[in-house]
């Protein structure tokens, strides 16, 4: 699988919702350390319930593998993080 994933052009959408302003700081360290060439893109959710997409900039690419969806699943919970054709 991660060898699929290196080859993936697209990108990761990771999705926030309003309640998640304490998991900012531990999601920053935890892309981090996946640095790569993939874009990162986060879909926020306000309060107001709109969903508004914005693209990191290409200094904040990601590594995707399947360790990153591991860790991600246990921080954000199931669904939030996905690939993105970009």
Do not use: N
């Amino acid at each position: 699988m991660d060898a699929a994933l290196a080859r993936f052009r697209g990108g990761l959408l990771v999705h926030l919702d309003p309640a998640d302003h304490e998991l900012v700081s531990p999601l920053a360290e935890l892309l981090t350390r996946y640095r790569g060439e993939q874009r990162l893109f986060l879909e926020i959710e306000g309060a107001d319930g709109v969903r508004r997409r914005v693209r990191a900039s290409e200094r904040h690419g990601v590594r995707l593998s399947s360790e990153l969806a591991a860790e991600l699943e246990k921080l954000l919970g199931p669904g939030r993080a996905r690939l993105a054709h970009v």
